[in-house]
């Protein structure tokens, strides 16, 4: 097994760049997502609808407070609405592991095939 050590520490590598790529995905989408929000309620409330106040998309869960009086500039309706949007643990933490998992899994069963197969053309 000592020949694998490399092969081990490419893994390692690899399930670290994929974990950080992810979080930067999670943290951009969260941030997008939470702007994209807030102006979609800002536009209902100016076509006098205040049906959107929740939100939920695989990765995200979003809400806002219901106004109950109109509100004529954008700092006073994040102040009075405060839209806001939270991760949602779970199904990210499915992105995250989930292939990681699979990953790890795959490439050990594709070395345990190659060395059994290898260790049938040895000569006893």
């Known amino acids: 097994m000592r020949n694998y050590r490399g092969w081990l520490r490419v893994g390692v590598v ?13 943290a951009f989408h969260h941030h997008k997502e939470s702007e994209g929000f807030a102006r979609t309620v800002w536009e209902t409330r100016n076509e006098g609808q205040l049906a959107v106040v929740g939100q939920e998309s695989f990765l ?3 809400e806002s407070k219901r106004l109950v009086r109109p509100v004529e500039s954008w700092s006073q309706f994040l102040a009075e609405a405060e839209p806001s949007c939270t991760i949602n643990q779970r199904n990210s933490v499915l992105v995250l592991l989930l292939p990681l998992a699979i990953g790890w899994i795959v490439a ?3 070395i345990w095939a190659v060395l059994w197969v ?3 053309f040895k000569r006893p």
Not at 14 to 26: D, E, I, K, M, P
């Open 14 to 26: 690899l399930s670290a760049t994929w974990l950080s790529l992810c979080v930067g995905y999670l």
């Open 60 to 62: 995200l869960r979003c």
């Open 108 to 110: 050990t069963l594709l």
């Open 118 to 120: 290898r260790a049938g």
